[in-house]
């Protein structure tokens, strides 16, 4: 069962941390300038990519728990 569920999570923040990177560039507020803009875009290309990151873990944490269910 937990490996149920640290599954789920990673794949609810796969989907997350994807569609962050991908519009990253449309989701920075269009009424900063030009160089803020882009840093906000790369900040949230960041915050996509921990979302990868902690999915990652999770889906660590779910086959350790897999492998070590008896």
Do not use: S
Not at 60 to 68: R, V, Y
């Amino acid at each position: 069962m937990n490996t149920l569920i640290l599954t789920a999570m990673a794949a609810i923040l796969v989907a997350l941390g994807t569609w962050g990177i991908r519009h990253a560039p449309r989701l920075a507020p269009a009424a900063l300038p030009g160089q803020e803009r882009r840093h906000r875009a790369r900040v949230l290309r960041r915050g996509g990519i921990a979302c990868l990151v902690a999915a990652t873990l999770l889906l660590a944490a779910g086959a350790h728990a897999l492998l070590t269910a008896a």
